[in-house]
T-cell receptor, first 113, second 112 residues
Framework: DGGITQSPKYLFRKEGQNVTLSCEQN?????MYWYRQDPGQGLRLIYY???????QKGDIAEGYSVSREKKESFPLTVTSAQKNPTAFYLC????????????FGSGTQLSVL | GENVEQHPSTLSVQEGDSAVIKCTYS??????FPWYKQELGKRPQLIID?????GEKKDQRIAVTLNKTAKHFSLHITETQPEDSAVYFC???????????FGQGTELSVKP
């Protein structure tokens, strides 16, 4: 996957359940991002991290949580507080923390059972 | 607030024609404007980007123009080909570049 790997490719969530989406990169990039993609709404920023052990909320952070304990990893947890989690989730990374030249993973499709 | 508006949402052209997609942004402090192409079932990929100190940038059949005063920028594709068919997203940087906000996307269809 060209240096950034998302898993799983498909994920199903039961009501009231928390699920975690994995994102790993071996590009030595400082910054990592999570976007949610819904039809007709483009890419909406959930969380971003410009450096290890630091992250900021994006526009639609409610119902999601992240951690950035390692440079290579930026997992996203979709909590039960997120009432409409069905979407395609894209993780991305960039060399700098300035949002330049993002490299995207192949995405995770999350659906609710 | 931080926003990027993109138009049109769909665009259909004949092969060989030109295509233009336009975006506006809300924060005059934004200084980086990339364009991404997402083919069906694939990840978005960067195709061209421009910084605020440049008015125009070209790469073969693709060009981007920036009007800082009006806070809008455009993607121009000349001599379109069927393989140009995809969804195109513009974006603008906010929060000193740490935050990249995308437009809603334009689905381009190039008919042979």
């Amino acid at each position: 996957d060209g240096g950034i790997t998302q898993s799983p490719k498909y994920l199903f969530r039961k009501e009231g359940q928390n699920v975690t989406l994995s994102c790993e990169q071996n590009l030595n990039h400082d910054a990592m991002y999570w976007y949610r993609q819904d039809p007709g709404q483009g890419l909406r920023l959930i969380y971003y991290s410009q450096i290890v052990n630091d992250f900021q909320k994006g526009d639609i952070a409610e119902g999601y949580s992240v951690s950035r304990e390692k440079k290579e990893s930026f997992p996203l947890t979709v909590t039960s507080a997120q009432k409409n989690p069905t979407a395609f989730y894209l993780c991305a990374s960039s060399f700098s923390g300035r949002g330049e030249k993002l490299f995207f993973g192949s995405g995770t499709q999350l659906s609710v059972l | 607030g931080e926003n990027v508006e993109q138009h049109p949402s769909t665009l259909s052209v004949q092969e060989g024609d030109s295509a233009v997609i336009k975006c506006t942004y809300s924060d005059s402090a934004s200084n980086y404007f990339p364009w991404y192409k997402q083919e069906l079932g694939k990840r978005p990929q960067l195709i061209i980007d421009i910084r605020s100190n440049v008015g125009e940038k070209k790469d073969q059949r693709i060009a981007v123009t920036l009007n800082k005063t009006a806070k809008h920028f455009s993607l121009h594709i000349t001599e379109t080909q069927p393989e140009d068919s995809a969804v195109y997203f513009c974006a603008a940087s906010y929060n000193q570049g740490g935050k990249l906000i995308f437009g809603q996307g334009t689905e381009l269809s190039v008919k042979p």
